[in-house]
């Protein structure tokens, strides 16, 4: 068998290793005539659980929450207004069209990738750079991938990909096998979603085109836990307080088959980083509850271009600290999250709490 394929070199570096700081220059850009903003209120370290000390690294802004949600949170959930949240979280992955055909003449199979459809954003830019690959399972050392499209939702490939010297009684015992993914130059790619086909169910003789729902991807690369959030908006104070709740079933990173979580938030101008908070360590736990409030100054104009980047940490002492997963918050993120942005502005001074699904 002969495959033609692509390759696409990924390199890996630490994400943000190439944004500049905001911080030491935010002042710098306040108009001549408009005051300094007020200093930054002290919060003092909310208690921690039992047996479950604060980070020695130190933590900035933390305060304390309620041990469960009081009567002044509106709790939403991405798919209702009036749904408790608490129900597992299904994220719409969008679509892909491609066709299949084979030349019994030429024992060729032929696959074109055409196009996506209403994808998710996955960089907090509110946007993806989408690419597929595609294989014959259960073959995997033979993978092909397309190109990738810069900045878009909506993608056009149009690229046929050919498996040639292919019998027809051995394509029949293939599946087809379609995985998207957001090409991410400083990191790891992020996995989209995956559609899958078994080829003996398909009528191969003449070209069939297919629309298909993307699905999480089955490796467990798509499903790395939930991280129940609340938003607070205050338009007087011009400030948004991120209140960090709880996380659940989250992805075991060490070896003993739990993690050490932390949670850090980045406030985001554009592209460059304003302002960093962080909650305690929670030791071997995959459920952990966090009840810590963090305070950012957002004045009003800034609002659009803001994006509060909300990380999931696996901390270890004796290597670099894993990620388990990430939220990106802002008005052009995806669906759930620029739902629970909305919700947050629709609701000034009320804490809007939301279960997310965590993402690569």
């Given at each position: 068998?002969?495959?033609?394929?692509?390759?696409?070199g990924v390199?890996?570096?630490?994400?943000?290793?190439?944004?500049?700081?905001?911080?030491?220059t935010a002042?710098?850009?306040?108009?001549?005539?408009?005051?300094p903003?007020?200093?930054?209120?002290?919060?003092?370290?909310?208690?921690?659980?039992?047996?479950?000390?604060?980070?020695?690294?130190?933590?900035?802004?933390?305060?304390?929450?309620?041990?469960?949600?009081?009567?002044?949170?509106?709790?939403?959930?991405?798919?209702?207004e009036?749904?408790?949240?608490?129900?597992?979280?299904?994220?719409?992955l969008?679509?892909?069209?491609?066709?299949?055909?084979?030349?019994?003449?030429?024992?060729?199979?032929?696959?074109?990738?055409?196009?996506?459809?209403e994808?998710?954003?996955?960089?907090?830019?509110?946007?993806?750079?989408?690419?597929?690959?595609i294989?014959?399972?259960?073959?995997?050392?033979?993978k092909?991938?397309?190109?990738?499209?810069?900045?878009?939702?909506?993608?056009?490939?149009?690229?046929?990909?050919?498996?040639?010297?292919f019998?027809?009684?051995?394509?029949?015992?293939?599946?087809?096998?379609?995985?998207?993914?957001?090409?991410?130059?400083?990191?790891?790619n992020?996995?989209?979603?995956?559609?899958s086909?078994?080829?003996?169910k398909?009528?191969l003789?003449?070209?069939?085109?297919?629309?298909?729902?993307?699905?999480?991807?089955?490796?467990?690369?798509?499903?790395?836990?939930?991280?129940?959030?609340?938003?607070?908006?205050?338009?007087?104070?011009?400030t948004?307080?991120?209140?960090?709740?709880?996380?659940?079933?989250?992805?075991?990173?060490?070896?003993?088959?739990?993690?050490?979580?932390?949670?850090k938030?980045?406030?985001?101008?554009k592209?460059?980083?304003?302002e960093?908070?962080?909650?305690?360590?929670?030791?071997?736990c995959?459920?952990?509850?966090f009840?810590?409030?963090?305070?950012?100054?957002?004045?009003?104009?800034?609002?659009?271009?803001?994006?509060?980047?909300?990380?999931?940490?696996?901390?270890d002492?004796?290597?670099?600290?894993d990620?388990?997963?990430?939220?990106?918050?802002?008005?052009?993120?995806?669906?759930?999250?620029?739902?629970?942005?909305?919700?947050?502005?629709?609701?000034?001074?009320?804490n809007?709490?939301?279960?997310?699904?965590?993402k690569?």
């Amino acid at each position: 068998m002969v495959v033609l394929a692509l390759a696409i070199g990924v390199a890996e570096q630490d994400d943000f290793a190439n944004i500049p700081d905001l911080q030491e220059t935010a002042q710098a850009t306040l108009p001549a005539n408009q005051d300094p903003p007020p200093e930054k209120r002290g919060n003092k370290p909310a208690n921690s659980p039992k047996g479950q000390p604060p980070d020695a690294d130190g933590h900035s802004s933390v305060t304390d929450l309620a041990n469960s949600l009081t009567g002044d949170m509106v709790m939403l959930s991405p798919g209702s207004e009036d749904d408790d949240g608490e129900g597992p979280i299904s994220e719409k992955l969008g679509r892909i069209q491609f066709s299949i055909g084979y030349s019994f003449q030429n024992t060729t199979l032929t696959v074109k990738v055409l196009r996506g459809q209403e994808l998710p954003a996955k960089d907090f830019s509110g946007t993806s750079d989408p690419f597929v690959k595609i294989y014959l399972l259960p073959d995997k050392k033979h993978k092909l991938e397309t190109k990738v499209k810069r900045k878009n939702l909506n993608p056009h490939w149009n690229e046929t990909f050919l498996f040639e010297g292919f019998p027809y009684e051995k394509v029949r015992e293939r599946t087809l096998y379609l995985q998207v993914l957001d090409y991410d130059r400083f990191s790891r790619n992020d996995p989209i979603g995956e559609v899958s086909i078994p080829l003996n169910k398909v009528e191969l003789g003449q070209i069939k085109t297919f629309w298909k729902e993307l699905k999480p991807c089955s490796d467990g690369s798509g499903r790395r836990g939930d991280l129940l959030v609340s938003l607070c908006y205050n338009p007087t104070a011009n400030t948004i307080t991120v209140n960090i709740i709880k996380a659940r079933n989250l992805k075991a990173m060490d070896i003993g088959g739990t993690s050490d979580p932390y949670v850090k938030v980045w406030l985001m101008h554009k592209d460059r980083r304003v302002e960093k908070k962080k909650t305690v360590t929670m030791k071997r736990c995959l459920n952990p509850v966090f009840n810590e409030s963090f305070p950012f100054d957002v004045p009003a104009h800034v609002l659009r271009e803001t994006t509060i980047i909300i990380t999931v940490m696996d901390k270890d002492r004796l290597s670099r600290n894993d990620v388990i997963g990430k939220i990106y918050l802002s008005w052009k993120s995806g669906p759930a999250e620029v739902k629970h942005w909305k919700d947050m502005l629709a609701r000034p001074r009320t804490n809007v709490a939301q279960w997310h699904a965590l993402k690569a």
